[in-house]
């Protein structure tokens, strides 16, 4: 069966500092892959997804980024963090029809 | 990418049934209707999806009218459990950007 990991589950760090979290799927290949932001109280926003190794699509200009080094890994980056970034982040892939799966989300507070 | 609206909140209490209506006027043919739910600190869950006419599963009964420019979830017996955000999405076969909108907060209460 298919599974996501997303890590960690709790980050605080200082403006300024750098970040990158993690996200990897087993028991499938070629997923489509997603980083979404929610900020409290708020919807999901999309912030990138790929198709396939190296394919990355932005759909919110900002200070993050994103890489797919392996079929099955996501990668969300910021060279610099700022305050506006805390939010909870959630990864999540797709076969490309019917449902998506999400991983447990990562709470980022940014001080 | 079709636009959806959906109510931003509903308030329900135990035991009643529960129908969360999505807009979606500019639907095009090959477009499905997708609803998930999401619980505070967790990622959505897909709930039901369909294309036309009705669509039930153990969770909830999805119904699209024929012109396919609406469509309602329908919760049956809601507990408070049932108390999440769900969204509305309508996408096209092949690949889909999951684009979730705000959602509709119900609050089921005693």
């Known amino acids: 069966s298919q599974t996501i990991h997303q890590w960690p589950a709790t980050l605080v760090q200082p403006v300024g500092s750098p970040l990158s979290l993690e996200c990897t799927v087993e028991?499938?290949?070629?997923?489509?892959l997603y980083w979404y932001r929610q900020a409290a109280g708020r919807g999901l926003q999309l912030l990138f997804y790929?198709?396939?190794?190296?394919?990355i699509s932005s759909e919110v200009p900002q200070n993050l980024s994103a890489s797919r080094p392996q079929d099955r890994q996501f990668i969300l980056s910021s060279k610099k963090l700022l305050l506006s970034d805390s939010g909870f982040y959630l990864c999540?892939?797709?076969?490309?029809?019917?449902?998506?799966?999400f991983g447990q989300g990562t709470r980022l507070t940014v001080v | 990418l079709a636009k959806t609206t959906q109510p931003i909140s509903m308030d329900s209490y135990e035991g009643q049934e529960v129908n969360i209506t999505c807009s979606h006027n500019?639907?095009?043919?090959?477009?499905?209707i997708t609803w998930y739910q999401q619980f505070p600190s967790q990622g959505p869950r897909f709930i039901i999806q369909?294309?036309?006419t009705k669509v039930t599963n153990e969770v909830a009964s999805l119904f699209i009218p024929a012109d396919r420019k609406s469509s309602t979830l329908s919760l049956p017996r809601v507990s408070l459990s049932d108390t999440a955000v769900y969204y509305c999405?309508?996408?096209?076969?092949?690949?889909?950007?999951?684009?979730f909108g705000t959602g509709t907060r119900l609050l089921v209460s005693p």
């Open positions: 999540a892939w797709s076969p490309g029809a019917v449902e998506a799966f």
């Open positions: 028991g499938t290949s070629n997923p489509n």
């Open positions: 790929s198709v396939g190794i190296g394919q």
């Open positions: 500019n639907i095009a043919t090959n477009d499905y």
């Open positions: 369909g294309y036309k």
């Open positions: 999405l309508v996408e096209g076969t092949g690949f889909q950007k999951l684009v």
